[in-house]
């Protein structure tokens, strides 16, 4: 019986990531990004302690390997977000290029 090569096929190179710290280092935060984070954690730990009652809205998608799809997600997002900033803190939830696993979905034991 042969045994034949279906995994991982379709990988050219691997190539090491950068650790957070020094992805931090070498791409710091904006001042909009980081009043922007900033602005959002806030909103939230009020909604969440009864201080804002607004409904929070975490909206995916999942994930996304398309930067300019990103972008476009993101801006239209922010159109509807401000258009409902009174009733709605809508947060954009997503991972860009989500890690997969090899071994598809695990029941639950």
């Known amino acids: 019986?042969?045994?034949?090569?279906?995994?991982?096929?379709?990988i050219s190179q691997i190539k090491?990531?950068?650790p957070p710290v020094a992805l931090l280092e070498r791409y710091p935060a904006t001042e909009t990004a980081s009043e922007?984070?900033?602005?959002?954690r806030e909103a939230i730990h009020k909604?969440?302690?009864?201080?804002?009652?607004?409904?929070?809205?975490?909206v995916g998608?999942?994930?996304?390997?398309?930067?300019k799809a990103a972008l476009e997600y993101g801006q239209r997002l922010k159109t509807l977000r401000d258009a409902h900033a009174g009733e709605l803190e809508v947060v954009m939830?997503?991972?860009?290029?989500?890690?997969?696993t090899t071994v598809g979905w695990k029941a639950n034991q």
């Not at 019986?1 to 379709?10: A, G, K, L, P």
């Not at 998608?61 to 930067?67: A, E, F, L, T």
């Not at 991972?95 to 997969?100: D, V």
């Open 1 to 10: 019986m042969s045994i034949y090569q279906t995994d991982d096929v379709r």
């Open 16 to 18: 090491e990531l950068l």
């Open 36 to 40: 922007t984070v900033f602005n959002a």
């Open 47 to 58: 909604i969440l302690h009864g201080k804002d009652d607004r409904l929070l809205v975490i």
């Open 61 to 67: 998608p999942c994930s996304i390997h398309d930067p």
């Open 93 to 100: 939830r997503v991972y860009f290029e989500k890690p997969r």
